[in-house]
């Protein structure tokens, strides 16, 4: 059996953005996020990341449908869903403790920190997933 050419392509153009996220999002655990610049920078990264997933869930998802592979179709739009669901929720959050921040609230960069650890790991966890994943997707029935 060979690999779909769909699959593959819809995998490499999921698994691209996380990756990117994945590797660029641990520098700012070397920083101190009750600096302005860097916390509007991870709030920046975290948007771009949120609007990319979405935009690559849904083009993924269009892919799988048109294939014929309703799973993988619903997996990748899981994947859509949490990423515009996600964006809301978290940027919502973020901006609420960048308020804080800036109002004077000393706990708000370790709020930050928490929400950056947990996007960390939120990005890991689908990460983990969409990489298992492949085996069973990338073969055609």
């Known amino acids: 059996m060979t690999p779909d050419a ?3 392509a ?3 153009i999921l698994l691209f953005p996380m990756g990117y996220f ?3 999002s641990p520098a700012f655990l070397l920083v101190k996020l009750d600096i302005q610049p860097v916390a509007q920078l991870l709030r920046g990264m975290f948007n771009a990341h949120f ?3 979405r935009v690559v869930g849904v083009i993924g998802t269009v892919a799988f ?4 592979r309703l799973m993988a179709a619903i997996g990748v739009g899981l994947i859509a869903g949490l990423a515009i669901w996600g964006r809301r929720w978290f940027m919502q959050r973020m ?3 960048l308020s804080a921040r800036d109002a004077g609230d000393a706990e708000a960069p370790r709020r930050l920190r928490r929400l950056h650890w947990s996007g960390m790991l939120g990005n890991a966890v689908l990460l983990v997933a969409l990489v298992t994943s492949i085996p069973y997707i990338a073969m055609p029935a």
């Open 22 to 24: 994945t590797l660029a």
């Open 6 to 8: 769909v699959a593959v």
């Open 65 to 68: 449908l048109l294939d014929g």
């Open 10 to 12: 819809v995998m490499i």
């Open 51 to 53: 609007l990319v997933m």
């Open 95 to 97: 901006d609420d403790q």
